[in-house]
């Protein structure tokens, strides 16, 4: 059965372990979603194709390599056109410390989070933003404490859910 994105639930599985596991061998994928190695990898390749797979990477435990400032940042800005936001939504997706950044509705337009290597950097990172002329019009910072957790969120359950 294909789901309304035109997934099937073979499709489903082979992302759901790409997603847990990254890269894998033919023979291991094809192991994990119960597939024959050719059939699964020609699907692989489909899935990467056609967009469904936009990378790969490591969950680094960066605790354990280098001491971090990591702060959540709301930011609202002045006005609400779409050119305010393109430019700031392309000025930042050029800053490495902001390793994420959510559009909202409500009373805030962004959630950032920023890491830098010390509560200095944070500082000159906020203040670049501040002096870009991005019609910033207010800022709040939050410092994080201990980060609780931090994962992609269940593809299985998000497919069956919305398949009901």
């Known amino acids: 059965m294909r789901e309304r994105n035109g997934l099937d639930a073979a499709d489903i599985r082979i992302l759901t372990a790409v997603q847990k596991y990254g890269q894998l061998s033919k023979t291991k994928l094809a192991e994990l979603v119960n597939l024959s190695p050719t059939p699964c990898w020609a699907r692989l ?3 990467r194709a056609a967009g469904y797979i936009s990378g790969y990477h490591a969950d680094i435990a960066l605790d354990r390599v280098v001491d971090t400032t990591r702060v959540v940042v709301t930011v609202s800005l002045t006005h609400h056109r779409k050119t305010d936001f393109d430019r700031f939504e392309n000025h930042i997706a050029g800053i490495d ?3 994420n ?3 909202t509705g409500g009373g805030i337009d962004y959630i950032m989070t920023v890491v830098t290597p010390s509560l200095s950097t944070f500082q000159d ?3 670049d933003l501040l002096s870009a002329d991005l019609g910033i019009d207010r800022y ?4 994080a404490t201990r980060l609780i957790k931090a994962e992609q969120p269940n593809l299985a359950k998000l497919v069956a859910h919305t398949a009901r």
Request: aromatic share 12%; hydrophobic share 60%.
């Open 101 to 103: 950044c959510v559009a």
């Open 125 to 127: 990172v906020m203040e």
């Open 45 to 47: 390749t489909r899935l």
């Open 140 to 143: 709040m910072t939050y410092f």
């Open 97 to 99: 410390a902001i390793i």
